[in-house]
C-alpha cells in the first residue's frame, strides 16, 4: 500500500509539473488582403506535431514554457512565416500572421476541356461578365458575342439561333427549366432575365446538334450551374441602370451552404432618350438563393427559389419621328393622351434531392414548380402628322416640315391578363462504366394556364375610321358594320399533361480516348393534341494522332417542338387544339483546333450546319412580341457556317470574335399570289422573320502594359437587314428589309482593389478581395437602329413605315465590390 500511494504520489505532482510547464499561442493567419487562411500548418519548428487554421483563420497551439521556441506558418503558394516566442507556464498569447503570395516561378500548364471538345456545348467563364458593358442582363450579353447567335435589340434578353425564333431556346439553371414572360411586347417592358450573373459557376452553351438530355426546342440551349460556395464572401454593385448584391457562404461544419441575390434595374435614364417623350417609370427587382445540405456523405438536398417583380408605367406626350431619304424627307409628329401600365410577377422554387451511392453513379430527384401573374393595360391615344421637310440647304425653312401629307389619330386598348402554372416532377441519373457515361431522365409536368385578352386598334384618317367602308351617298341609312381596325378578343383555359423521357450513352469519355460517340433517343407525349414524338440523336468526335491538336465532330438528330401555349393561339385569339409538334433535323459538322500564335494559346472552333423544318407554325415578329399564324403550316430549311477564334490577344485576359453566316426560309402551305395573267401562283419560299445573313460579334479585353490596373472591355455586334412586311398583309409580301443592326459598347475599368493593394489588420478596406470602378459608354456611334415599325395610313390606304429606333449614345457609371 505504501509503494502504490508513493506511485500515485509522484504521477500526480508530474501531471501538475507538465501542466505548468505548457504555455498556449492563439490567434489569426490572413492573407495581403486581409482574407482568412483555412488550413495553414501552424507548428513549433524542430518538433513533431502542430494544427492548422480553420475557416476563419483562427488556430490555437500548445507550446512548452519557459523555453525559446519558434513557431512556423506554411501554406501552399504563400511564404513561409516564422515568429519566435518565450512564455511562462500557463501564460497565453495571441500571434496573428500575415502570409505573403510565394513568386515560386512553376511551369507553363495549359489546361483543355477535352470532355466539352467532343461535344457541340461551348464554354464560357461567367467571370468575363464582371466589366462587360452593356444596358441589359450580363450573361445574356455574352451569349450575344457567340457563334450563330442573333440579336438586334440592346433592350432585351432575347436572342435567334440560327434562323430560330425566341421561343425555340431552351435555358436550363440547375437542371431546372426556365421561362420567359408571355405578354411581353417591348424590349423596355422586360426587366430583368431569370439568370443572375453573380450567382453563376460555370456556363454551357450550343447552338444546335445538342444531346438527347436537354429537352424539346429546336435551337440552342443554355446551360448554366449556381455556385456552391466553399467560402464566405460577397459582392454589391451600383450604376445608373440599377444594382445587385449578393451573399455565400457555408456553416462550420460545411454541411450547409447558401447563396443569395438580390438585383433592382431601372432603365428610366435609358428610356428617356427615345423618341417617345414622357413619363416613364419602370421598376424591376427579384430575389434568387440556393441552399443545399449534406444530410450525408451520400445525400445532399437543395432549394432553388425566384420571386421577381417586373412594373413598367409609362404616360407618353409626345414623339417626333425623321424618316425617309435625303430626298424625300419626312417627318411624323404625335401627341399621346392616356397611359400604359404593365405588371409581370413571376414566382419559381425548385427541391433537388442528389443520391450518390458510390463515386460513379449519381441519382437526382427535382421538383419544381413556376407561376407567372401577367397583365397589360393602356388606353393610348396619339393624334398624328405626316409632312415632308424641306430638304433645301439654302432655304429659311430647312428642316422645316412645309407639306403637310397625312393627319389622324388612333386609340390603342388592351385588358391582358394571363396567369401561368408549371409543375414539374423529373429523376435524373448518371453511371460511369468502364470509359462509358450513361445518363437518363424521366419528368412529368403538369400546365394550367388562364388567359384573358381584349385589344383592339382603332384608327381615324382625316376624319375617316380605317378600314373604311364604302360610301353610302343617297342612302338614307346605309348598312355598313362598324370595323376596327384590329380586335382581339380571347378568354382561354388550358389544362394538359406532358410526360418525357431520355436515355443516352457515350463511349470513350476519358480524356485519352481518340474517338468518342454519344447516341441517346428521347420521347415526349402531350394529351392536350395526344401527339407523341421520339427524337434519335448522335454525335461523332474524332480527334486524330497528328501534331496539331485537332478535334472533328458531327452531330444529327431530330429535334420536336411540342406547342406550348403561344404557338396554339392565332393572331387573333382562337386557340388551334390540333396543333402539332414543329419538326427540325439536323446535321452538323465541325472543328476544333488549338493552336499558338505570339506565344500565347488559341482556338478556333467551326461548324456547318444545315437544317429541315417542318411543321412550322409561320409567325411575325414586332419588336420582342412573337405572334404565330396558329392555324396555317410550312416547311423550310435554315443552313449556314459559324467560326470563331478566342484566345489571349491581349497576353492574359480571354477575348474572341464570331462570323455567322446563314439563310433561313420558308414555304407556306396553301398560299398563293395572283400573278399578271389574274391566275393563282405559289410564290414559294419567303425568308423567315429572323433571316439575318450576316452576324459579326466582337468581344475584347485589353489592359495598360505598365498597370494592368487599367482595363478595357469592348463589345461589337453586326447584323445585316431582317424582313418585315406591312400589317394584315399576306405572309409572301413580308421581303421588306431593315437596315443593318450596328452596334458598340465601351468600358474602360480601374481596379481600385485588388491583388495588388495591402492593408494593416485594422484598415475597414480589407475586408474587400476587389473593387472596380467603370465608366460605359454605351452605343459609342450613335448609331440609329430600327428595332421595328408603326404603321400609319392616310385616307387614301397609303401607308408610310415610320421606324422605332433604339436607344441612342449613353454613359453609364457603376461600381462593382467584392468581398
Known amino acids: 500500500m505504501r509503494v502504490l500511494s508513493?506511485?500515485?504520489?509522484?504521477?500526480?505532482?508530474?501531471?501538475?509539473?507538465?501542466?505548468?510547464?505548457?504555455?498556449?499561442?492563439?490567434?489569426?493567419?490572413?492573407?495581403?488582403?486581409?482574407?482568412?487562411?483555412?488550413?495553414?500548418?501552424?507548428?513549433?519548428?524542430?518538433?513533431?506535431?502542430?494544427?492548422?487554421?480553420?475557416?476563419?483563420?483562427?488556430?490555437?497551439?500548445?507550446?512548452?514554457?519557459?523555453?525559446?521556441?519558434?513557431?512556423?506558418f506554411s501554406f501552399i503558394g504563400y511564404e513561409k512565416a516564422v515568429e519566435m516566442v518565450m512564455l511562462e507556464a500557463g501564460e497565453k498569447t495571441r500571434v496573428d500572421k500575415t502570409l505573403k503570395l510565394s513568386s515560386t516561378e512553376l511551369p507553363q500548364v495549359e489546361i483543355v476541356d477535352d470532355e466539352i471538345r467532343s461535344t457541340n456545348l461551348i464554354r464560357i467563364d461567367p467571370k468575363i461578365a464582371v466589366t462587360i458593358p452593356t444596358s441589359t442582363d450580363k450573361i445574356t450579353t455574352i451569349v450575344k458575342t457567340l457563334p450563330g447567335v442573333s440579336s438586334s435589340n440592346e433592350l432585351s434578353s432575347q436572342y435567334s439561333v440560327r434562323g430560330g425564333n425566341f421561343d425555340e431556346n431552351l435555358v436550363y439553371v440547375n437542371d431546372i427549366e426556365i421561362y420567359r414572360p408571355f405578354l411581353i411586347r417591348a424590349g423596355q417592358q422586360e426587366g430583368l432575365s431569370f439568370v443572375n450573373s453573380d450567382l453563376v459557376s460555370s456556363l454551357l452553351f450550343s447552338a444546335g446538334g445538342f444531346e438527347a438530355k436537354y429537352g424539346d426546342k429546336m435551337s440552342s440551349v443554355l446551360d448554366l450551374q449556381y455556385k456552391k460556395p466553399v467560402d464566405f464572401g460577397g459582392s454589391f454593385s451600383a450604376s445608373l441602370l440599377g444594382g445587385s448584391a449578393h451573399l455565400e457562404g457555408l456553416t462550420k461544419n460545411r454541411k450547409f451552404t447558401y447563396l443569395m441575390g438580390v438585383r433592382y434595374k431601372t432603365n428610366q435614364y435609358i428610356l428617356n432618350s427615345l423618341e417617345t417623350k414622357g413619363d416613364y417609370n419602370p421598376s424591376f427587382t427579384d430575389v434568387q438563393a440556393l441552399f443545399t445540405y449534406d444530410i450525408s456523405k451520400k445525400v445532399e438536398i437543395s432549394f432553388l427559389g425566384n420571386i421577381a417583380s417586373n412594373?413598367?408605367?409609362?404616360?407618353?406626350?409626345?414623339?417626333?419621328?425623321?424618316?425617309?431619304t435625303v430626298n424625300q424627307a419626312q417627318r411624323l409628329t404625335v401627341y399621346f393622351d392616356g397611359q400604359e401600365v404593365d405588371q409581370y410577377t413571376t414566382y419559381l422554387g425548385g427541391f433537388t434531392t442528389t443520391y450518390r451511392p458510390?463515386?460513379?453513379?449519381?441519382?437526382?430527384l427535382i421538383a419544381s414548380g413556376y407561376n407567372s401573374q401577367e397583365s397589360e393595360t393602356y388606353d393610348v391615344i396619339g393624334q398624328y402628322w405626316i409632312g415632308r421637310i424641306d430638304n433645301n440647304l439654302g432655304s429659311e425653312n430647312f428642316g422645316e416640315v412645309i407639306e403637310n401629307q397625312?393627319?389622324?389619330?388612333?386609340?390603342?386598348?388592351?385588358r391582358n391578363y394571363m396567369d401561368i402554372n408549371v409543375f414539374n416532377l423529373a429523376h435524373r441519373g448518371s453511371r460511369e462504366m468502364d470509359n462509358m457515361l450513361l445518363q437518363w431522365g424521366v419528368k412529368y409536368q403538369h400546365e394550367l394556364i388562364d388567359d384573358e385578352m381584349s385589344e383592339w386598334v382603332l384608327i381615324d384618317s382625316a376624319g375617316y375610321s380605317l378600314p373604311r367602308p364604302p360610301d353610302s351617298i343617297g342612302f338614307a341609312q346605309p348598312d355598313y358594320p362598324f370595323e376596327l381596325y384590329e380586335l382581339i378578343r380571347s378568354d382561354n383555359r388550358l389544362n394538359s399533361n406532358r410526360y418525357t423521357a431520355f436515355v443516352q450513352n457515350t463511349w470513350g469519355k476519358?480524356?485519352?480516348?481518340?474517338?468518342?460517340?454519344?447516341?441517346?433517343?428521347?420521347?415526349?407525349?402531350?394529351?392536350?393534341?395526344?401527339?407523341?414524338?421520339?427524337?434519335?440523336?448522335?454525335s461523332l468526335s474524332v480527334k486524330p494522332e497528328w501534331k496539331r491538336d485537332i478535334v472533328f465532330r458531327i452531330a444529327s438528330g431530330l429535334y420536336y417542338q411540342p406547342p406550348f401555349y403561344r404557338e396554339l393561339k392565332s393572331y387573333y385569339g382562337e386557340i388551334n387544339t390540333d396543333q402539332k409538334a414543329q419538326t427540325s433535323f439536323h446535321i452538323v459538322a465541325g472543328s476544333d483546333i488549338n493552336f499558338r500564335a505570339w506565344g500565347r494559346p488559341f482556338k478556333f472552333v467551326s461548324e456547318i450546319y444545315y437544317k429541315y423544318l417542318d411543321n412550322l407554325v409561320p409567325y411575325t415578329?414586332?419588336?420582342v412580341r412573337i405572334r404565330y399564324y396558329a392555324f396555317e403550316k410550312s416547311h423550310g430549311y435554315s443552313t449556314g457556317i459559324d467560326m470563331k477564334v478566342n484566345g489571349e490577344f491581349v497576353e492574359g485576359i480571354e477575348s474572341w470574335a464570331s462570323l455567322s453566316v446563314m439563310k433561313t426560309a420558308e414555304n407556306i402551305y396553301g398560299d398563293y399570289v395572283i400573278n399578271d395573267q389574274g391566275e393563282p401562283e405559289d410564290p414559294g419560299y419567303i425568308p423567315r422573320p429572323t433571316d439575318q445573313r450576316v452576324n459579326f460579334s466582337l468581344f475584347f479585353q485589353d489592359y495598360l502594359p505598365r498597370n494592368p490596373t487599367y482595363k478595357m472591355s469592348l463589345t461589337l455586334l453586326f447584323g445585316t437587314s431582317l424582313p418585315f412586311g406591312p400589317p394584315q398583309s399576306p405572309k409572301y409580301q413580308h421581303t421588306l428589309r431593315m437596315p443593318m443592326y450596328r452596334r458598340v459598347d465601351i468600358g474602360f475599368s480601374k481596379e481600385i482593389i485588388g491583388e495588388h493593394t495591402r492593408f494593416t489588420g485594422n484598415n475597414p478596406f480589407r475586408v474587400f478581395e476587389s473593387l472596380w470602378l467603370t465608366a460605359e459608354v454605351l452605343n459609342l456611334l450613335q448609331v440609329n437602329n430600327t428595332v421595328s415599325y408603326i404603321w400609319v395610313t392616310d385616307i387614301y390606304g397609303r401607308q408610310y413605315a415610320v421606324p422605332n429606333y433604339l436607344t441612342p449614345r449613353q454613359l453609364n457609371v457603376k461600381i462593382i465590390a467584392t468581398f
Open 6 to 72: 508513493l506511485t500515485f504520489f509522484i504521477l500526480c505532482y508530474s501531471i501538475v509539473s507538465f501542466a505548468q510547464e505548457k504555455a498556449t499561442v492563439f490567434g489569426r493567419v490572413l492573407d495581403e488582403r486581409g482574407k482568412p487562411l483555412e488550413l495553414v500548418n501552424v507548428a513549433i519548428s524542430g518538433l513533431p506535431g502542430g494544427t492548422s487554421t480553420d475557416f476563419r483563420g483562427r488556430y490555437e497551439l500548445q507550446v512548452p514554457a519557459d523555453v525559446e521556441i519558434y513557431i512556423a
Open 311 to 324: 412594373k413598367y408605367n409609362l404616360v407618353p406626350e409626345t414623339r417626333e419621328t425623321d424618316f425617309g
Open 358 to 364: 458510390d463515386k460513379k453513379t449519381q441519382l437526382k
Open 406 to 414: 397625312g393627319v389622324g389619330s388612333y386609340f390603342n386598348h388592351a
Open 510 to 538: 476519358d480524356k485519352d480516348s481518340k474517338v468518342t460517340i454519344t447516341a441517346g433517343i428521347r420521347a415526349n407525349y402531350w394529351d392536350f393534341n395526344n401527339q407523341l414524338v421520339v427524337s434519335p440523336r448522335a
Open 621 to 623: 415578329v414586332d419588336n
